[in-house]
């Protein structure tokens, strides 16, 4: 479960979050500069909140008043970008793979078959970077963030620039996620249809809080 109770404040709006997370996929909604990427960045810990607390499945990574700052590495916490972002020399093989590198064995929670497999990645194994389509390379870089056995996965608009045809091909690789996979997800983005296809429970973050949808 997660949990968050802080404050984080930026030159254009201050965010004040109070979060208790128990479901598989919860959705967050919002409109551009709302303060969507900034809630991940501190949970994931690319930024830092002055005051509060979060913390993952009874760990805490942040506690101001203890002084606690777990660093990222430690957090368990896989982020996936609006945009991929794979090693360009290497191929989808060794890309997927380079999030094995730094697990130990016993911390595994997914097999490099069942992955590419529920993600539809066979025909793609060889090729490089340069040969992906936006919506194939958005898909092995889930992959990778499976493969590295996260806690938590949060998704930053990850279909933000794609066309119409190939978020319809994605959504689904999301719901799969959603029903098979026994890791938790936060999914945000400004378009309200992509959680109501994944059937998300949705908050919204207006003025720097979390509401109801």
Not at 113 to 122: A, F, N, P, R, Y
Not at 179 to 195: A, G, K, Q, R, S
Request: with cysteine.
């Amino acid at each position: 479960m997660l949990k968050c109770d802080f404050q984080y404040r930026h030159a254009d709006f201050q965010l004040n979050v109070e979060l208790e997370m128990q479901q598989q996929l919860l959705g967050i909604v919002g409109p551009s500069g709302s303060g969507k990427s900034t809630l991940l960045k501190n949970i994931v810990g690319l930024l830092k909140p002055q005051q509060g607390c979060i913390q993952l499945n009874g760990q805490v990574f942040i506690d101001t008043q203890q002084n606690i700052d777990v660093p990222m590495y430690q957090r368990k916490i896989a982020l996936i970008f609006q945009n991929a972002l794979l090693f360009p020399h290497m191929n989808v093989k060794q890309n997927l793979l380079y999030a094995e590198k730094l697990l130990d064995q016993t911390e595994q929670k997914f097999q490099f078959d069942e992955i590419v497999e529920l993600l539809d990645l066979k025909a793609l194994i060889q090729r490089k970077a340069h040969q992906l389509s936006g919506g194939e390379a958005q898909r092995v870089s889930i992959g990778r963030a499976l493969l590295s056995s996260p806690n938590l996965l949060l998704l930053d608009e990850p279909l933000t620039g794609l066309d119409r045809s190939l978020k319809q091909q994605i959504l689904p690789f999301f719901k799969r996620m959603k029903d098979e996979l026994n890791v938790p997800m936060i999914y945000v983005t400004h378009h309200p249809e992509e959680l109501e296809y994944l059937e998300a429970e949705t908050l919204q973050l207006h003025q720097g809080t979390l509401q109801p949808f």
